[in-house]
């Protein structure tokens, strides 16, 4: 009799999602050694944090121009592991490095101590380093990502094990290579592997959970968080709604749609997942989106003059096939795309006449698939716009600023753009409202919260 045994593997394939083949490994890290892993972090922690801000971001600073520098080389290992458009995938590399010493000297800023008077006591109020940060990213952004919860942690003074997502572990090891050039040894340590690996972190002697990723995901480190107290910055999904009133520039206001509802194949946290536009002009909003559409091209990231890339993975195609279908069952009307999606893609897609009663309305798509309502009153597009448990970004167009403004703040999303998407200026928090977020990062009041607030009065 021959006895099998199961084994456990050692290594974690990444496949390139345009055609399957193997792009590379990395050594999965056992669940048991990342204890061992999180406590040389906390030993060399107190030094790391002996340095301050200024220091440590003087430290840090001369990874923009390597970032910068490596672009070119960075953008096509990006590209195979994850999917997305070469160009895309240089230009996220870029923008980490070009962004970075404006980022640098806002969080050196942000940690500097507050002093507070009154008649009786003077407060100094301190942002101290809280320990080791776990930092827990997805694959969408898979350079972008690592670095946004990586950079804050470690000017704020924490020591940081990361774990990137095991759909892009190998762009996830070149970052951190790239960043350890330049810092002392397990300052930033890097584990690999899945959900394992992730709740093994959550679970280890850390002190902050720097999340992004879904909600489910989310909820589950938020109870485990929950045993020792630990602190937690989420960043979650979204369904971010696009109201377009009918004082409208329809022309950008379809060009937009299409850019944020179809980018990164519409993999992004703010990709515009609801449309919902004044009937007066809808007429001409989805002709102009069917034009539009029509002007993709689906293929891989490394194809040239592709602007949709492949799905990441079969099950997420999956998930975006089987909500259009369910929305078409009840109802929903295919205008631009359909039809035949070859393997591994989904050809961009617009549906008119959905409701709220459909799947895709409802939960996150995360494919490229354009949802268009129409609506009669501008309060019956609001209350639709906040129909959901989500509430990360949100957009209004309109000719009339003061009127798109008002309907921005009877919005439930954290982050609301005008006639533009939903990001803010440099030195802006990156902020979810509702089920999208808890905590959140960016802004003086984001960094703060990768630190301990300390107050010594006299
Ligand atoms: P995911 O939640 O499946 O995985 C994210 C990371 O968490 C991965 O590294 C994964 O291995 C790990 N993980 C999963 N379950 C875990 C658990 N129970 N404990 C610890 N770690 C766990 O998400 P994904 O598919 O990689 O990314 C897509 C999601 O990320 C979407 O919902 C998207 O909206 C969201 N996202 C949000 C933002 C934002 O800024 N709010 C940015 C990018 C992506």
Redesign the pocket.
Known sequence: MTTFTARTPTALTSRNPATGEVVGEVPITPAGDIAAIVARARNVQPRWSELGPAKRARILRPLAQALIDRAEALGPLLSEEMGKPLPEAVGEARQCGEELPTTLDQLVEAFEPDVLQDSKTESIVYHDPLGVCAA??????PLA?PHWSVIPALVAGNTVVL?????TPLIASAYVDLVNEFLPPDVLAVVH???E???A??KADIDLIV????????K??LN?ASATLKRVIL????KDPMIVLDDADVEAAARFAVRNSFRNAG????STERIYVDEKIADRFESEMIRLTGEQNVGSGSEEGVTIGPM?NLR?RDHVLKQIDDAVKQGATVIAGGGEHPDRYIVPTVLANVTHDMDIMRD?T?GPVACVARFREVDEAVRLANDTPFG?GAVVFSGDAERAGAVARRLDAGMIGINKGCGGAAGTP?V?AKQ??YGFHSGREGHRQFTQTRVVSR
């Not at 774990?163 to 759909?167: A, F, I, L």
Request: aromatic fraction near 10%; proline fraction near 4%; glycine fraction near 16%.
């Open positions: 827990i990213t997805p694959w969408n952004f990502m774990k990137p997502s095991e759909e592997g899945a959900d690996q992730g709740q972190l959550v999340f992004t990723g879904s909600r489910e995901a989310g589950h480190i485990a960043e979650l999904g979204g993999q992004v946290c703010v990441i997420q996150e995360f990360l990156w979810g999208s977020g």
